[in-house]
């Protein structure tokens, strides 16, 4: 396997911003993923009488979508969920819709934490959405960066957001039908991920990016759940839909 196709490690890992995204209207295409799933831009496969339905997901960007914004966290004690998001997430996983978390993790490939604590890292997140009755379907993580200082980890790869390689990895694992679902963070990176793959998205932030944006995680994850009740959830409606129902202001600074 080349350096180009390496697949995102799927251990229970966190997400810290690293370098400057690009802003996501058409991003250059990255390598093609080595994982045989289904491109984004095919239509979903009528199942057969043996095969089950694909399911719908949001895929959840972490550190300051799920968690609190923080500066390369690296210790489990220093994640903390933002408000208000139980609620949504429970009443979106009743209505059969998968909660994947897909991350960035370039803290490891610069040296600021390992695997280890990276799965410890999400061991806590796992456990605090548990107290609030939340279960995640999956934590797919990309460790990589272009311009890592350790060399192991150091590539231009598939999974890094915004190349859609996690979503695509979590579609073939879990049986995920990225043109039902939805890719929510508050990053362009996340936004371009979600494009890439074919999904909605969801920009939590003021920023004029994605097909709904709102100023907070609980906002937009309950603004999805209304989108997923009372929408079609079919690709080719998707440039008749509204402006998010909270009004914004976008930041000059």
């Not at 460790?143 to 579609?171: D, F, I, N």
């Not at 100023?215 to 997923?228: D, E, I, Y």
């Not at 079919?234 to 914004?248: G, H, I, L, M, Q």
Request: charged share 20%.
């Amino acid at each position: 396997m080349t350096s180009g196709s390496r697949v995102p490690v799927t251990v229970r890992q966190t997400a810290l911003p690293g370098a400057p995204c690009p802003r996501p209207p058409k991003p250059p295409n990255p390598p093609a993923s080595p994982v045989p799933v289904r491109r984004a831009d095919a239509k979903t496969p009528v199942p057969g009488p043996d095969t089950p339905a694909l399911r719908p997901a949001v895929f959840l960007d972490r550190d300051g979508t799920l968690t609190e914004p923080r500066h390369y966290p690296s210790h489990p004690d220093e994640l903390f969920l933002r408000p208000g998001i139980g609620v949504p997430l429970r009443a979106l996983a009743d209505r059969g819709l998968a909660l994947v978390v897909v991350t960035n993790q370039s803290g490891v490939a610069r040296g600021l934490f390992d695997l280890v604590t990276l799965e410890a890292m999400h061991h806590r997140l796992r456990a605090l959405l548990d107290r609030r009755g939340v279960r995640l379907d999956g934590i797919y993580a990309c460790p990589h960066h272009p311009e890592a200082p350790l060399s192991r980890y150091r590539t231009v790869c598939t999974c890094r957001k915004p190349a859609p390689g996690m979503l695509h990895r979590a579609a073939h694992d879990l049986g995920l039908d990225l043109t039902r679902s939805w890719m929510v963070g508050d990053s362009p990176c996340d936004i371009g991920a979600g494009l890439r793959a074919g999904t909605r998205t969801a920009f939590v932030g003021h920023e004029p990016f994605g097909d709904m944006r709102h100023p907070t995680t609980a906002q937009a994850l309950h603004n999805v759940l209304r989108a997923h009740t009372h929408r079609p959830q079919d690709r080719r409606s998707r440039k008749c839909w509204p402006e998010p129902a909270v009004a914004t202001t976008p930041r000059t600074s």
